[in-house]
């Protein structure tokens, strides 16, 4: 399908800032530029982090910033790839993907697997292709590299060993629950009161996600 590409930064004010191409993914977008621009666009999208935003705009737009992402359908919306801008806490790194990742993700998922259309094996009677597995493999070492490339949660050594509380980004828990850890006081409140709540204990199972 035919939709608009937008890069901006300096990826725009080196390659041009607007678009028209027939892809369907993000990184059927990086290899169309990469198939026009050559290695200089690969190198600078590899040396960089990256916002991939698809919608109307960068703010109204729904981020694409999980590499497991990279590879899924935009629908019939236009296409934003920005330089990620962080601040010295490093918050928003959830949404930001590591160049290094969507080249990865642009060559194993398109060119290379693409052309493995043989049948490797039948299950009650649909057949999984070599192409098939091998998207399946680069998706799980493009998940692998992002991981690496991630920064592990630290905890301090004591409870009070920490920022302010309005300036803890947490990288164990997101969304509408209260973070707290080891250490924390636990209140014990009677009869009807409308405050907040402190969360003890919770899990994720894998049906839930």
Request: glycine fraction near 16%.
């Amino acid at each position: 399908m035919m939709r608009t590409v937008y890069l901006h930064g300096y990826l725009g004010e080196t390659f041009g800032t607007e678009f028209r191409l027939d892809i369907a993914t993000p990184t059927e977008a990086v290899r169309a530029f990469a198939a026009n621009f050559g290695k200089r666009f690969l190198s600078m999208i590899r040396d960089g982090e990256w916002h991939i935003i698809a919608g109307e705009s960068l703010d109204e737009g729904e981020d694409y910033g999980y590499q497991d992402m990279l590879a899924l359908g935009l629908g019939a919306s236009d296409l934003h790839i920005a330089p990620a801008v962080r601040g010295s806490s490093g918050r928003g790194l959830a949404q930001i993907v590591i160049g290094v990742v969507i080249v990865i993700a642009s060559i194993y998922t398109g060119g290379a697997a693409g052309g493995m259309s043989a049948s490797a094996f039948s299950v009650g009677g649909a057949s999984v292709s070599y192409g098939s597995l091998a998207a399946m493999g680069a998706m799980m070492a493009v998940s692998g590299i992002a991981q690496a490339l991630t920064p592990v949660p630290k905890l301090g050594s004591g409870y009070g060993d920490r920022e302010d509380v309005d300036e803890r980004p947490s990288f164990l828990f997101t969304g509408p629950k209260n973070t707290t850890e080891q250490g924390g006081p636990v209140p014990v409140v009677y009869g009807r009161h409308r405050v907040g709540w402190t969360l003890v204990s919770s899990g994720v199972e894998v049906e839930q996600i």
